[in-house]
């Protein structure tokens, strides 16, 4: 499996260098890579019409930079690390926007989530959104790409840059946050 | 509840959803608001011509035909490099044969005491001198 996703990769990698492929494949990129984008967007943003946007955002940036990229770094990878810029440099602005500050972003997280519409309604899952709204961004990166999208921390590893050894740290503080999260809020 | 149990209870699924049908259009949306991009269009590459094709060598002979013609033109203007060897000079020949000229004009560093050899030999006499001052 993983073996037939490096070399559908690798194909589609040959493709995107040819400029007469270059836009059929790309336009496979983005039906392979939407929906993990997507979620990877939301997670951190919380809010569907802003995660949208930043995906809209995500897939422009790369396409317009399809030149730089030369097939060194597996495209996911590549995909992951624009997706994430996106959504920090998003996070950042609206901070600035809404005059809160990296103390306060916690509650305007929250907040977020308590007005979002796209739920399912299962209050166990909305209270660990509330948790993990808590963690620092960094932190929350971590969780959602551990947890969530259940990736290999070496794979994390390349698209943060972070050591393993960090990742492993990192994620095994933001579970016990959370934990502190639940025993809080009981 | 312990966080483990809480996370496996959880199963992955952050409760959030999207519209029905969004990935699908999306992908739909996305792929045809693509905008153009310059290297996509092929550039029509014109076939080259023959000239095309001899202009770099043509450039190279013009430039030697240029150090030749600045070579020859510095050799024009040196002065002529006419015969001067007294042997094929019948003029200069004579010249250097005549002693009273070669005397005169030629060997300018002549001894007093050679001067005064030639006086007395033709019977000058010092006397004569203060003579000729009075």
């Known amino acids: 499996m993983a073996e037939d996703t490096t070399s559908n990769d690798q194909t589609l990698i040959d493709q995107l260098r040819d400029p007469s492929t270059c836009r059929k494949a790309f336009g496979q990129v983005i039906a392979i890579y939407t929906e993990p984008l997507y979620w990877q967007i939301r997670r951190m943003v919380d809010n569907h019409d802003d995660a949208n946007d930043l995906l809209q955002n995500t897939f422009l940036k790369a396409w317009t930079s399809i030149e730089n990229f030369r097939g060194d770094a597996k495209l996911s990878t590549w995909l992951h690390k624009i997706a994430i810029n996106e959504s920090l440099s998003f996070l950042e602005r609206e901070r600035k926007r809404q005059n809160v500050s990296l103390d306060d972003e916690e509650s305007h997280l929250i907040q977020v989530i308590e007005a979002d519409t796209n739920i399912d309604g299962d209050q166990l899952k909305l209270k660990l959104r509330k948790a993990v709204a808590t963690l620092p961004e960094k932190q929350r990166l971590v969780f959602n790409m551990k947890y969530y999208d259940d990736m290999k921390y070496e794979e994390i590893s390349d698209i943060l840059g972070t050591s393993v050894g960090a990742l492993k740290a990192s994620y095994h503080l933001a579970v016990k946050k959370i934990e502190q999260y639940f025993e809080d809020n009981d | ?134």
């Open chain 2, 1 to 134: 509840m312990k966080h483990e149990d809480i996370l496996k209870t959880v199963n992955r699924q952050s409760g959030m959803t999207v519209p029905d049908g969004f990935f699908e259009d999306f992908a739909v949306r996305m792929a045809a608001s693509l905008p153009e991009q310059k290297w996509e269009t092929p550039q029509n590459e014109l076939p080259r011509s023959l000239w095309n094709k001899v202009r770099p060598y043509m450039y190279m002979a013009a430039m030697f035909l240029g150090v030749w013609c600045m070579m020859k033109m510095f050799d024009l203007m040196r002065p002529s490099n006419s015969d001067l060897s007294i042997e094929n000079n019948a003029i200069l020949s004579e010249a250097v044969s005549n002693d009273d000229f070669m005397n005169d004009y030629c060997l300018t560093d002549i001894e007093n005491s050679d001067l005064l050899e030639d006086l007395y030999s033709e019977g000058f006499t010092p006397t004569a001198l203060s003579m000729l001052d009075n």
